[in-house]
Every structure is written in C-alpha cells, then in structure tokens.
C-alpha cells in the first residue's frame, strides 16, 4: 500500500466534515428549489421565453375549439408552447408521478375525479392562492371555488331530457320512475360523472339526505330495467331514435338535440345540481409553468372565452360579467347572483370516500 | 384432385367469417350515414362524414402519427421477435418455457395493465421517457413481438433443421447459411408476424391510454375523444380509413409474397 492510501486522524476528520455539511445539502435544496419561490401573476403578459406548459384537457371537438379560442393565441402572446395530454383518466397520471412531479401544470376536470385526487395529496394550490393570482377570479359567483382547488369556469345543470311525444311533460325528478317510462330509463355506467351525480341527487330525493346511500340503491333498482350508455353523446343518439324516452342529461348537450328539430325537451332537476369544468394549478410546477398555469386560467375565466365557449357547446360561465348564450337566455336562462343562489353541488368527498362500495353495487344492480 | 369440404363445416366457416366481418360492415356503413349521430342502421348515404375527416387537421395527423408509430413499431419488433423466435427453437435449456411464457406476457396481460406499469416503470426509473413518443414506441414495441414470436415460431417448427446443416457442411457460414436458406424459409411467418405488429401498433389503445405524448395522439385515442365528446360518425369515417390501410397492407404484403415465390420458381 502506498503512503497515499493511508488515512490519518486529521483526514478522516476532514472526511466526516465533508460528509456532514452534504447531508445537510438536501434541506437547503429544498429550501430553494424552483418551485419553493413565490410566484404572481397580475394580468398582464409577458415573455415566458418559450416555456413548455403541460395541460391536462379534454380531446376531441372541444380541443379544436379550446385550442382556436383560447391556447394558439395565448402561445403567441405569452412565447411559450402548450403541451396538451387528452388522454384521460388524471388521476393515476398525477399519483404515479407523485405531487412534487406534476404530471399536468394546469388541468381541467370533472369534480368527482378532481376530489379524488385532492384528498390522494397536496397536489393543486388552494382557491385562495389561485384568487390571489388570478384577476378573473375577482368577477367569478361563490360557487365556483366550492371544490377548494381551483376554479371553476363553465357548469351546466343536470337534467331529464325526455321525448315530448312520449306523454305529458316531465316536472318532476320522480317521474323518471313512472310506468310509462319502463324500459325506456336512460342513465350511464358507473365511472359516468353524470351518474354519480344521479345517485347523489336520488339519495337526497328517496332518502333522509344526500347521505342515504340504501334508499339510493333502492330506488334504482326499481327504476331497472334501464338503458346503460357511457357517453352523453351516444344517449342523445338514443333518445333521437326512440330507444330512451327519458334520460339523465346535462343542459346545453341535450337542448344541441333539440336545436336539431327532434321532439324532446329537458327538465332541470329540483335539487339544482350541476355539473362543472374545475381548473386546477399543481402547486410543484416550476415558477415560470405556474405563472403561464395562472394567465391561462385567467384568459379562460374572460368574459370573450366563456362567450365563444357557450356560444359553441351551450356551458354556461361562472363569471359574472360573461353572458349566456342566446338559446339559453331565450329559455330563460339568466347569469345573476339570484339564478345562481339554488345549485348545489353534491358532497364528492363523501362520494369518492364511499366511491367502491356505491360503484360494486351499482353494477350488480344494472347488472354489469 | 379437388378437396372437399363437408357442408356443415363449410357453414360454420361462412358463419364465421361473416361474424367477423359483420362489425367491419356496420362500420363503414355507419361512416357513410347522412344522420348527425353515429348510428347502426344509417339514416341515408353520404360523404358528408369521410370529408369532415379529410378536412380535421386533428384526425389527419392522428392518422398519420399512428401510420409512423406503426411502421416504426414493425420493424424493431419484426426484428426482436425474429431473434427471440429462433433463440427459443435452437436452445435447448431448463426454464425454456418459462422464458417463452415470458416473451408471450405481455398479450396476456391486460393493455391497460401492461400501459400503466411501464408508465410508472418510465417515472420511478426516472429514464425521462414518461409521455413521450419514445416511451409509447418502446410500448409499442413490447405488446406487439409477442406476434411475431408466435408466427415465427410456427414456421420454425416446420422448418427442417437439416437443411441449414446442409448448408453449413458445404461450406456456408453460419451467416450466409442463415441467410440464404433459413431465412426464405421462414420468410412467411416473419412476414405475416410483421403484418400482425403492423396492425397490433396501428389499432392499439389500452398502451397508448396511458403511454401518449401530449400532441401526438394516436388515431384509436382521437377516436375515443371524439366519441367522448361528440358523438358524430366522424369517428366511423375515420375507422372505414383505418380499415382500409390495414387491409392494403394485408393485400400488398400477400401480393409481395406471391410475386417473389413466382420470381423464385422462375
């Protein structure tokens, strides 16, 4: 062995200084790690130097729109690239990756699966640290920061959309059930946001509250037979040909139907719940991903985005200076705090809590 | 002398292949539907759905990525399965069938389950492949030697052995004993397992659900946005081209094949 192998006392000390001030490295890691900085926004643009922003949005005609209303322009002005996964589900992306790794910076959801993924981890900002950032915010109702991670910015009501040469009008949540509608039941899968939405709604309306999962259970079993569809689409292609008198449906996609001359109408449930689009800004994203996350949400939460967007697929917006589209207003349809005061939007965290047993049962009651 | 099939067995296969064969039909007539919904039977006939996807700059370059992914995916896995098909009929050790049970796995397993464990495979070994098209290939790629394992190896089996050694004893390497006779012996099953990887790749959805790159969606993921979101027939119509370049593909590859065995004979 040669004399620079050997270890001396003074060495070995040096050594273990060394290695003690690297084991203290991680925590000041932390302590500066990009996504630790403060970050806001104001409103205004800037110069992301192109940038790469990773969304999490729904495919299809609606990325068409989304893409030529609101992100091609916001790529230009802002200098950065926008990532766009459509390939839902979210909620196993965001977990594998954990919530240091955002899988998405901004994302855009349905709020079952959003709470789902709230209460998996310290995934999103909180809807006061968006409000904050967020100028938009400001003009938003209540209710579109009820889910307590992000905001949301277009919501449609739930309800039956029905032939009208099937008999009297439906007025009542209850008339689903009627005799005269054996066998002619539309609703949807179990992973169907609309049918979470539809057992919640039944609880409350067979049942002590919202809670009552048996009379829930109960009361569907006696609405079977029904027809079982997994899109919203695919049910209005039901109800366009006869198959299904009455259905669970969402407002503007079912009124599409009736714009299209078939004899059918809707009728919003009396319990006012409402299905919504959430955005979410991941809290880990670096600064630069979280500022564009925080002017995105801002432009979609504009009043010109929410007017071309209910223009286009009949949503209704959660900013108060936005309007409705004309169908809508022409139906009665208005956005002022009284129009707003009644919708609920259901307890999901006691859904997704009780999510596997509601969704076993379910299936072996549609027989799946 | 001219073969004949009994009656009953000749109805059953009629039967059969008009099984198989009856969604293809409801397909493309449901893209050819003049209605607004994608509906069995179409209300009248029209273009109307095949020129909106012509004109859909998101279905033409779905399409068109899955094309490439497809070709990409063919060759690696022609190659790999090739390899693994004659590595497993020419060795002969203990746990050789479990270790073709493993090559095999991956058509076992459920797509989704295949798609999610490499996804987290890509995250916790930080390889940087998560959602990119790299990651998705290499998916890809592993769904779909399977195929090619399973033809090659088929044609293998009926190979005679001998005939390389002939080869080898004359004076051949093993290289161009491989190449001059092995190969166009096992030509057809190599060529059919490309077909399968082929469309394997093109018509895969379970692996890409989870493996897509943003902006680079695959044609059987824009159809299941598309139905997920509008359920117009659009979808069909790019299903009647889907089935179409697959059954190109068939029809070439079978025609490539004859025309060889006739240069051959020649």
Redesign the interface.
Known sequence: MTDKYQTTRRALLKKGLGLGAAAALPSSFYINHAWAQDVTYDGGTFDAEGATLNIGEWGGGWEEFVRKALTDQFEKDFNCKVNWDSSFPWFPKFVTQGPKEPVFDICNWNLPNLTQTKQAGDYFLTTDEVKANVPNAADCWDFAFASGAGVTWAYMPYVYAYRTDAGDPVNSFRDFWAERFANKRGTYGTENGLMHAFFMATAKEFGKDQYDMDAAFQALEGAMPMKISEFTFNMLSLIERGEVDIAVHIEGEALSLKRKGVPMDVWQWDSHPILTQTKTISRYSDPMQKRLAFALLNRTLSPEFLNAFGDEFMWRPTNSNADITAPLKEAGVMNTADATKAFWVPDWDFFVQNKQDITERLNSIFGL | MERKIPLPLLVLAVLGFAYMLLPILIVVLAGLTSG????FPPEGLSLRWVIAFLQ???YLSAFFFSFRLALMTMVVSTILGTAAALFLSRSRFVGRGAMRAFFLSPVVLPGVVVG?AL??FY?SAGMGI??TIWGLWIGHILYSTPYVIGTVGAALATYDVSLEEAARSLGASPWRAFRKVTLPNIAQGIQAGSIFAFIVSFGQFEV???L????S?PLP??MY????????PSAAAAGIFAITLVTASVLLTNRLVNIRRLLDRQ
């Open positions: 607004e919904f994608l509906t859909s700059e998101k999610f996804y987290a995250i998560s959602r890409s659900l989870f897509s790159a943003p902006n969606e993921i824009a946005n598309s139905l997920r979101y509008k359920f117009d």
